[in-house]
């Protein structure tokens, strides 16, 4: 699933550092699942607005997964401040989850 | 500053602190009862009426099964209901009085004196379970989607309330002769109105929405739950409804039937369900819970040649009803929560010990938080004392019953090294 933003570079970066967060249940990262939905950067407020999904809601595992992305993000983008939107919608579904993820998966 | 907006209340689990208490209860009540039955094997060549019997079998329909399927329900509620657990309160005060209460309902079975000790034990279950009632209730009331799933987990806690109510009334019923009845005749219906009703419905609802998760499996057919809730209700309604009628033998097929065929269309659920998973690997866990669904048959073919033997030989068997009871117990409820518990208390433990610190360096893995070694060891020997057993009860062979017990406690302190190594994980420094 393609992650939306304003800047490709930062994006990319952004996505870098986040593929080292899993999902520790599926232990796919959170990418590759396609949780990430839009990395938004405002270079006025030096703001990072990054907006994400869970595989189900009130996921038992969601806090730590959420945490995780903002303070993954947050650490490596320290000029800035993350805000953290959750999203259920669209609803995250298996056929977002990126092919080198679903061949991880088939292992 | 950073903050997680819109949606955020999706995102809070119900607390370890609440969850875990019902765990640790739990595993301690398997070892207790594996105990009981290594002491007093000899009682199951006798009748199933008797007290150590009575202990064993509250130990584990209680202590063990309820306990841990209430602790897991009350994180797995938001989940299966998508909507926040109404209380975190209600649900320690839940835990606190079954908590007090199995254990003195247990004692008096097991000295058989159903005198005050049975009845205040017995009434600090009810309201154990009413307040769980109560706050599974308001949960659901304040979620914003009906699914087929919290109807499945709604009933059967209503099952339960029925359940255990029967039960304080039926020792209530002991010593003072309220009913028409003596308590020993409405033995059966307690015991199904649970089996059916509590654990049967629950088992089921829960583990069609979780054995599809946990296979990352693209399967989902409401449709097919819906038809499985109503016939599972009317199997157990018709059972109730005419159990002091003459056509009661006859009517019990018919529940029965219902009951298969709904069993049958929930295997075929989880099978359409392993068959469209993303995920090829099964893990062991899962291996179990799988092999749990298939146990359930046990039992049902058990009840269908008691119905048999009461209607063709106007009596009952013994040797068949204990069987029967502890397919039920120590075979399919024993082989989920096994399976299950290592499916959900290490990411409990996990995100207790590990929450905020996955982005500061490689974390351990959930499902390394137990000994891979010490569950295939568990899982061997469950197996081997499950056969044991039912052999040693069929044959009948103490001998084997003996051996059986001695495997059984294998297994239980394997599960309870497992369990606390889980519990005790410290961060690695």
Redesign the interface.
């Known amino acids: 699933m393609d992650v939306e933003t304003n800047n490709d570079f930062k994006c990319t970066m952004a996505l870098g550092f986040l593929e ?3 999902d ?4 796919l990262n959170v990418v590759s699942l396609g949780l990430i939905y839009k990395i938004m950067f405002n270079e006025e407020k030096k703001q990072i607005d990054c907006t994400m999904t ?1 595989t ?9 997964i ?3 992305v ?3 993000v ?2 490596n983008f320290k000029d800035y ?8 919608e669209p609803a995250w579904s ?1 056929d977002f ?1 990126s092919e080198e993820g ?1 061949e991880f ?3 | ?8 209340d ?4 119900t607390s370890y602190k609440v969850v875990l208490p019902f765990y640790i209860y739990a595993a301690l009540a398997f070892l207790t009862a594996s105990i009981f039955v290594f002491l007093h094997s000899t009682d199951f060549n006798g009748h199933y009426f008797q007290p150590h019997l009575l202990a064993i079998t509250h130990t584990m329909a209680l202590g063990w099964a309820t306990m841990i399927i209430l602790g897991s329900c009350h ?2 509620v ?2 299966l209901i ?3 657990l109404h209380s975190e309160g209600l649900a320690k005060a839940t835990f606190i009085f079954a908590a007090i209460g199995i254990p003195l309902l247990v004692y008096a079975f097991y000295f058989f004196e159903l005198n005050i000790v049975a009845i205040i034990g017995g009434s600090l279950i009810v309201f154990s379970i009413l307040l769980f009632f109560i706050n599974l209730s308001m949960s659901i009331s304040k979620s914003k989607k009906e699914n087929v799933h919290a109807a499945f987990i709604f009933t059967s806690s209503l099952w339960l309330l029925i359940t255990v109510s029967l039960g304080l009334l039926l020792i209530y019923n002991f010593t003072h002769l309220i009913l028409s009845k003596s308590s020993l005749q409405f033995l059966s219906l307690h015991a199904h109105i649970g089996i059916i009703g509590w654990f049967s419905l629950l088992v089921i609802g829960v583990s069609s929405r979780l054995i599809p ?2 296979l ?1 499996s ?1 399967y989902n057919n409401s449709k097919l739950l819906w038809v499985i809730f109503v016939l599972i209700n009317s199997a157990l309604i018709i059972y109730i409804l005419f159990y002091f009628s003459f056509l009661h033998s006859i009517l019990t097929v018919a529940s029965i039937a219902l009951f298969l065929i709904a069993i049958f269309l929930f295997v075929k659920h989880i099978y359409a369900s392993y068959i469209q998973r ?4 099964v893990d062991e866990q899962m291996q179990l819970s799988l092999l749990s669904i298939l146990m359930l048959f046990f039992p049902i073919i058990i009840s269908i040649i008691l119905i048999a033997i009461s209607l063709y030989f106007k009596t009952g068997s013994n040797k068949v009803v204990l069987l029967y009871g502890f397919m039920i117990f120590f075979g399919w409820l024993t082989a989920i929560i096994l399976g299950m518990t290592f499916k ?1 208390l290490p ?2 433990v ?2 207790k010990v ?3 610190k ?3 360096g ?1 974390t351990i ?2 499902k390394d938080l137990f000994s891979s070694k010490i569950y295939k060891m568990m899982a061997f020997s469950y197996i081997i004392s499950f056969l044991f057993f039912c052999l040693g009860l069929f044959l009948p062979l103490h001998l084997f019953l003996k051996v059986g017990a001695v495997i059984l406690i294998l297994t239980a302190l394997l599960y309870n090294l497992n369990v606390f190594k889980i519990l005790l994980h410290k961060t690695e420094k």
């Open positions: 080292n967060v899993y520790p249940e599926i232990g869970l189900t809601q009130f996921c038992p595992m969601g806090e730590s959420t945490s995780n903002k303070n993954t947050q650490e401040t993350v805000e953290l939107i959750l999203t259920f298996y989850i679903k998966l088939k292992r | 500053m950073s903050s997680i907006e819109n949606n955020s999706s995102v809070k689990t994180q797995l938001p989940v998508e909507g926040k998760m946990f990352i693209k993303i995920r090829k690997k959900t990411f409990i996990w995100n590990y929450h905020n996955a982005s500061q490689k893995n959930p």
